[in-house]
């Protein structure tokens, strides 16, 4: 079965379209013009990796398709808060909800950087990040009750995320 596999994903498989398997021999036992049964090439032992043991490619993969998700998860439903308020709103708390089951099908040795932001506005530069880091604790402690180990989660306060106000009062959860 694996010596199929590999002939098929290496282009060996013998048939007309090379990649295509070779037909049944016919009842009487007359050979098929190629060799019926003569392995591939090469011994159908050099394929590219791939499979079991991807190791670390297989982790970029799924570290890359979960940022994907969560980008897409954050385009559509935003983890945002009101002015000055580091509380989730429903909708937040909703998203956040979201977020916890995506992580845990991650891979367990990812881990996540979730960061809060501020609007501009906010009266200081140190209000701003006080402000942005309760926002983002605020998500990580609702990511920890729905299962998601604090020593996965980095908080970060980043302050002021400039641009639109109401867009700018949110937090992301990142793969790092």
């Known amino acids: 079965m694996i010596a199929c596999t590999s002939a098929l994903l290496a282009g060996c498989g013998g048939g007309p379209e090379g990649g295509m398997p070779a037909p049944p021999a016919p009842p009487g036992g007359e050979q098929q013009p190629g060799g019926g049964e003569q392995p591939p090439p090469g011994g159908g032992e050099q394929q590219p990796p791939g499979g079991m043991g991807e190791g670390e490619q297989g982790g970029d993969q799924a570290k890359a398709q979960l940022q994907g998700q969560l980008d897409q998860l954050n385009q559509s439903a935003p983890i945002t808060f009101d002015p000055d308020s580091s509380e989730l709103n429903e909708q ?15 891979p367990q040795e990812l881990k996540f950087q979730v960061s809060g932001f501020t609007a ?10 006080e402000l ?5 604790q605020a998500v990580a402690d609702q ?6 180990p604090a020593e996965r989660l980095q ?3 980043e302050g002021d995320a400039g641009g639109d106000p109401a867009a700018s009062r949110k937090v992301e959860v990142k793969v790092q």
């Open 92 to 106: 937040g708390k909703q998203t956040v909800t979201k977020v916890a089951e995506m992580l845990k099908t991650a």
């Open 120 to 129: 501009s506005g906010t009266t200081s530069d140190k209000d701003s990040k």
């Open 132 to 136: 942005s880091q309760a926002r983002a």
């Open 143 to 148: 990511l920890a009750q729905a299962g998601i």
């Open 155 to 157: 908080v970060n306060g």
